[in-house]
């Protein structure tokens, strides 16, 4: 006995038994040939019968099994089939639904209309030129009396046995029979129409499922003429969509769509693992950019492009008909690849994802230059906002996904005094027009790199450079802005706890000693230098410069106001305040209330403002009251010379100190 009985042989009837694997629910799918039966899924719930059957052979078969509910997903031109489901139901009392294929017509297409095989036939036995006929082996025989039938008829049909038997009966033979298993893209059919110069399509208004749409795009795209045998009745029934609603709900199942989200490489077929090929063979639906998806015409399979999460959940609810899907994402799912993103979206929907990996450009790129990348750090800049002179100046070997061009790269590189590093770009990989550059900068900012492109960036001179906070004061461009000093500069960094990924105010920034010092320490961090003095927003920018900061965004203008359209802060020096000490620290506060702040002091107000504030907030600081003196030469003698006192206020944070080396 069985709880449900489909009549299959259809998509449709396919992803309905795909929907029942493994569920607690007996079922019967009926097919006609062992071809159909070969598709369908195997599962310990599910029995399938290729038995052919008229209307006496279904009501014994639904006498002997007693379903609760019979499905008829039977092809829309398999009137006779229909016919006899629907009596046999009735006959036997079962409860009947009819699966109804949309059309895809609106009544708009540039299309001949015919009601039979035989019109359609007698239609173009009066025109030259050749026929691809993608209605099935069924209506062979209505086209064979046209003149020159053998010649100019292509019959496009299963991969069977049985087909092909029938169509070499008929004289359909060699390049004229296309076996093909459906269903097929339109660049697919426009490719085959191209290759035996067709001039007539004769199909069936097949719906979405059978590629009908695809078809019609096709012929558009080839100039062919298209000829449409209509539907042999009106019927009335549910959609795929609402028949898997009537499982779920009437069984209860907790089926789910099936997503592969898989790594293509760098877009070429030779990149696909074997585990990829045989997800996108067992796929009904392939996703993916239009890059990625291109080059998988060869499988035949529906395509929507797209890379956008959020708009690949859309479809899929859309169309649930795509039981396997494969999402195609380039390089490889687990190295900067939306894979995850996408990943968690589908969970938290339902379906069941898996992810396959695939070769990463880093990977690739390093192979066709033998060398390593185990040693390299990783960058990318596309799409996204990501420091790369820090972590070049620290590092040997940096692989960079680009935001900008090449010659964008190299000009990067020779104004922050990297002319040394040695340039790796891979353009296009995997394609015809692969090209691998090798140089300086100065040797590759005019050449030619097309995108997508990879950089592999060699320096020798990394790690050379003082890490320690402190730089000495003459390095600096100074002019007459007053500056904060070596040895006060050390204390502040060590006071301000900083993070690798800090983002920091420096207000009242002057010529940038703080700023500069700070964006050396955090190559994923970012500096908002604040100052509101002419001739001290000259002085950061050529700082900025000479240091090869990039992590370092000079903000012009009076603090609080030029703090409002900045990001929330993690760490805050307030060096100069211009008297607004308290309307400061009010808005880094309201901002994140977390923050660790550390402000200098120097003259006796601005110590007044801050003990104030503190005392009104009940906020606790470390107060250090700081005076360096250097030694100068007098004569023959060294006397020390004092620096005005500086005092500093420290609080707050989130208690990131505690966590080092955790």
């Not at 010529?511 to 002419?534: C, F, L, N, P």
Request: proline letters at 4%.
């Amino acid at each position: 006995m069985s709880d449900l009985v489909i009549f299959a042989g259809t998509t449709e009837g396919r992803v309905l038994a795909e929907e029942l694997v493994g569920e607690d629910v007996s079922v019967t799918v009926c097919v006609a040939t062992e071809y159909g039966k070969e598709l369908l899924p195997k599962s310990s719930n599910i029995h399938v019968t290729d038995r052919r059957m008229d209307q006496q052979d279904m009501e014994a078969m639904l006498r002997e099994e007693k379903p609760k509910l019979v499905l008829d997903a039977t092809h829309p031109y398999a009137r006779e089939v229909t016919e006899n489901i629907r009596h046999a139901c009735e006959n036997t009392y079962m409860d009947y639904l009819r699966i109804l294929r949309s059309s895809e017509l609106d009544g708009d297409e540039p299309v001949l209309h015919v009601s039979s095989p035989e019109e359609a036939a007698a239609y173009l036995d009066k025109r030259k030129g050749n026929v691809f006929l993608g209605t099935g082996i069924k209506e062979v025989p209505a086209f064979l009396n046209m003149e020159d039938a053998l010649e100019r008829l292509y019959v496009r049909t299963l991969p069977s046995v049985d087909a092909v038997t029938k169509c070499e009966g008929y004289g359909i033979r060699g390049s004229h029979l296309i076996c093909m298993q459906g269903p097929f893209s339109k660049e697919l059919n426009e490719a085959l129409f191209r290759k035996w110069n067709i001039s007539f399509l004769v199909t069936k208004d097949s719906g979405s499922a059978g590629g009908f749409q695809e078809k019609l795009e096709a012929a558009k795209a080839a100039g062919v003429s298209v000829v449409v045998i209509g539907r042999p009745m009106q019927e009335s029934g549910i959609s795929l969509q609402q028949a898997v609603q009537e499982l779920q709900e009437r069984f209860r199942l907790r089926s789910k769509q099936k997503v592969t989200i898989l790594g293509f490489g760098s877009g070429s077929l030779a990149d696909l693992t074997l585990e990829a090929d045989e997800a996108i063979r067992q796929a009904d639906l392939v996703v993916g950019a239009d890059r990625m998806v291109v080059p998988l015409e060869k499988y035949g399979k529906p395509v929507f492009v797209s890379y956008k999460p959020d708009e690949i959940m859309k479809y899929l609810e859309q169309h649930p008909q795509y039981h396997r899907v494969a999402a195609v994402m380039s390089g490889d799912v687990g190295f900067y690849s939306g894979a995850k993103r996408l990943c968690e979206k589908l969970e938290k929907k339902g379906c069941q994802v898996r992810l396959l990996p695939g070769i990463s450009t880093l990977s690739a790129l390093c192979a066709k230059v033998k060398t390593t990348w185990g040693d390299a750090v990783f960058v990318s800049r596309h799409g996204r906002s990501q420091n790369l002179l820090p972590v070049l100046n620290f590092h040997r070997k940096v692989f960079l996904l680009p935001g900008e061009t090449l010659e964008g790269l190299c000009d990067i590189l020779l104004e922050n005094g990297l002319g040394k590093v040695h340039i790796t770009a891979g353009s296009r990989l995997s394609y015809e027009d692969e090209k691998i550059l090798q140089g300086t900068p100065e040797e590759l900012r005019n050449e030619s790199c097309p995108e997508p492109y990879v950089v592999l960036l060699e320096n020798p001179d990394a790690g050379k450079c003082v890490i320690t906070p402190g730089i000495p004061d003459e390095m600096f461009i100074r002019g007459k802005v007053p500056m904060t000093k070596q040895e006060v500069r050390s204390v502040i960094l060590g006071k301000l706890h900083l993070t690798r990924d800090a983002v920091v105010y420096d207000i009242g920034a002057g010529t940038g000693s703080v700023s500069v010092e700070m964006a050396r320490q955090m190559d994923r961090g970012i500096v908002y230098s604040v100052e509101k003095k002419k001739e001290a927003l000259e002085l950061l920018e050529k700082n900025q410069k000479k240091f090869a900061i990039e992590n370092m965004l000079v903000v012009e203008g009076e603090a609080p106001a030029a703090l409002q359209s900045l990001p929330t802060p993690s760490h805050v020096f307030i060096g100069g305040s211009s008297g607004n000490l308290p309307e400061i620290l009010d808005t880094v506060l309201k901002d994140n209330p977390k923050a660790r702040v550390v402000l200098s002091a120097v003259s006796l107000e601005t110590q007044e403002q801050a003990v104030a504030w503190m005392e009104e907030h009940q906020v606790e600081a470390e107060v250090v009251l700081l005076q360096a003196a250097k030694s100068r030469a007098a004569g023959s003698h060294h006397l020390m010379q004092g620096a005005s006192p500086v005092m500093l206020f420290s609080f707050g944070g989130d208690g990131t100190w505690d966590k080092a080396g955790s």
